[in-house]
């Protein structure tokens, strides 16, 4: 399993991130089940298990995936929490999900679909919604920065971009938003992020 793979440093963070997922004030439960595509009792289920979690489980693989995605990426509007639960910075923990995403093998989707954009306090953003192959979903929201979709560091979250009016053609074709199908290889859970406040999130 890729866990096995990373130093124990890398693990403990991972491990606690997994608790704060589950057990800190980031997520409501119905956000949590909408962007995770698990609940949070299942959730808690997998962080029972401690130290001995098995990532090439595809629940376990997917529940570590959205916890390192959605705690750095997802506009939660707890990063003065931050260190109450994880001891690393969230550059920190960038780090240590991209070496763990590097030994893991390429997740498949057997769908995408697009809600978006919508025009919200003079930004674009979309939510992508997806179905894992063989099992599980989810959503991540993602925001028009300098000619990309990237993960959003702040912002509205997905039930807002999904409930709010689409931007007209005019306001996409003007502020040159990219608007085109997504690719069959599209990624949503490797997007770009937008750098986190680690000023911020170091706060107490």
Avoid at 114 to 121: L, R
Avoid at 148 to 169: D, F, H, L, Q, Y
Wanted: aromatic share 8%.
């Amino acid at each position: 399993m890729a866990l096995s793979e990373l130093p124990a440093s890398d693990c403990r963070i991972i491990f606690e991130c997994l608790t704060a997922a589950a057990k800190g004030p980031f997520f409501g439960d119905d956000e949590l089940s909408m962007l995770f595509g698990v609940t949070r009792q299942e959730l808690l289920g997998i962080v029972a298990c401690i130290p001995h979690i098995d990532d090439e489980e595809p629940e376990v693989r997917r529940a570590i995936g959205n916890t390192l995605n959605n705690l750095l990426g997802y506009p939660h509007g707890e990063e003065s929490r931050w260190r109450e639960w994880i001891s690393a910075d969230p550059l920190v923990v960038k780090q240590v999900e991209s070496r763990w995403r590097a030994i893991q093998p390429p997740i498949e989707y057997s769908s995408l679909e697009v809600h978006g954009p919508a025009k919200i306090e003079g930004q674009f953003y979309r939510v992508v919604a997806y179905t894992v192959r063989n099992g599980g979903h989810g959503m991540c929201s993602e925001v028009w920065r300098r000619g990309k979709w990237v993960w959003p560091a702040g912002g509205p979250g997905c039930n807002s971009i999904m409930t709010a009016m689409r931007a007209t053609e005019l306001e996409l074709r003007q502020a040159g938003v990219d608007c085109s199908p997504l690719p069959p290889l599209y990624d949503p859970l490797a997007t770009e992020s937008e750098e986190p406040q680690q000023s911020e999130c170091g706060r107490g």
